[in-house]
């Protein structure tokens, strides 16, 4: 059974979802669709920057947050998932969340309505995610636009997965699924 985009993307309120892979960051952004809370260790050495964004998002709607480590980042989503000011927190963790972890976020944030996306490294994911998506991008010689990507669901605890090419249209904001490029 072939599963449909629009039933799983955007991504469902109230549940903790992963990405992973090069396209990851683009993926968080296009999925935020309001305010959000983007948070990522402090000392790592590379930033988010919120004008380099704009193609996905308005960046007056981005908060950005540094704890120093992730147990602070994660005390800082809990919070934020828990509260539910903002409808969306990402959350990039730079080491595998426990089972304990991964439930107190799904916990946070079904009370608090907030849908939470965490950015993992390849391989690494917990157990209490609602989905896990793959982003990577595709090339087309034949096209000048850079959005081009493919968006795998690798887990999924309310029906199958799936993939679909997908690309971003900047004037409408929002993702269109296009069919694979002929051979």
Request: net charge positive; proline share 6%.
């Amino acid at each position: 059974m072939r599963v449909d985009l629009r039933n799983i993307f955007p991504l469902r309120p109230a549940r903790v979802h992963e990405v992973c892979g090069p396209t990851a960051i683009s993926f968080a952004a296009m999925a935020a669709s309001g305010p959000c809370l983007w948070i990522r260790e402090g000392w790592l050495g590379d930033t988010i920057t919120p004008q380099g964004l704009l193609r996905y998002l308005d960046p007056t709607q981005l908060l950005l947050a540094r704890p120093k480590d992730q147990i602070d980042a994660l005390a800082v989503a809990e919070e934020a998932l828990k509260d539910g000011v903002l409808p969306y927190v990402i959350l990039e963790i730079t080491r595998p969340l426990d089972l304990r972890e991964g439930r107190r976020l799904q916990l946070a944030a079904k009370a608090g309505g907030t849908t939470g996306l965490c950015i993992i490294p390849e391989g690494m994911g917990s157990n209490a995610t609602h989905t896990r998506w793959r982003a990577t991008p595709s090339f087309d010689a034949a096209e000048e636009d850079s959005t081009l990507m493919r968006w795998e669901i690798i887990k999924n605890k309310s029906g199958t997965n799936g993939a679909w090419n997908v690309r971003w249209d900047q004037k409408a904001r929002r993702v269109h699924v296009v069919s694979a490029v002929a051979e």
